[in-house]
């Protein structure tokens, strides 16, 4: 599934990802990872992985571009990991969540990780809720151990029910051995499909939240 152009030589890095769709309200993923890619030190795309037999097309389409002669030609969806550091070695990976073969998909980037020697990943993005946005952005954190949970609050403790392809990517990721929590922006239900600034920036480095949770 990944296309590598060239592997990255990296030390103990840190992965972040996010993936677009149901598991983003308020774009909080893909502004945090947009946001990371703007601060990396020679940051630089390495790999893709080809979503089009692993997408409904029909919900997240294909887009055009023009060249310089006005011919049209076809970007299909896909996802894309980009090497960089900010401080530390950073790994970051981000498109659509993909419709079907979960399992497959997440094995292939559990697969990477291992291979650039990934020791730690953080998952952000946005969930919607009962919140104003006259108020600051509450930030609920989940982990795959014990011993990770015992370092982030507030913990979601109460969630039991559907999930998204992020969650099941940290699972597949613990269960690799590689320490995996996840950062969720609760992004006020009337404001959800529009970018939530606040929410990118409680998830953002610097953020006392992302400290705590040893992103970077």
Not at 161 to 181: D, K, N, W
């Amino acid at each position: 599934m990944l296309n590598v152009d060239r592997w990255p030589e990296l030390r103990d890095p840190v992965m972040v990802y996010a993936f677009a769709g149901w598991v983003d309200s308020g774009h909080v993923g893909a502004g945090t990872i947009a946001s990371l890619a703007e601060q990396l030190e020679a940051g630089k795309a390495f790999a893709t992985l080809d979503l089009t037999d692993l997408l409904d097309l029909q919900q997240v389409r294909p887009t055009v571009k023009l060249d310089e002669g006005g011919i049209r030609s076809v970007e299909w969806p896909h996802m894309e990991l980009i090497a960089g550091r900010a401080g530390r070695d950073v790994v970051l990976a981000f498109g659509p969540e993909p419709s079907i073969r979960w399992r497959d998909v997440a094995g292939e980037l559990v697969s990477t990780a291992l291979r650039l020697g990934v020791v730690e990943a953080v998952a952000v993005g946005g969930m919607p809720g009962m919140a104003s946005h006259r108020r600051p952005v509450s930030v609920l954190a989940s982990a795959t151990s014990r011993a990770v949970a015992q370092e982030l609050e507030p913990l979601r403790a109460d969630y039991e029910g559907p999930t998204g392809f992020q969650t099941v990517l940290q699972h597949a990721l613990g269960e690799a051995g590689i320490r995996s929590m996840a950062m969720w922006a609760q992004v006020p239900q009337y404001v959800s499909g529009s970018l939530s600034p606040p929410g990118v920036r409680e998830c953002s480095p610097g953020s006392r939240r992302s400290s705590a949770s040893h992103s970077t």
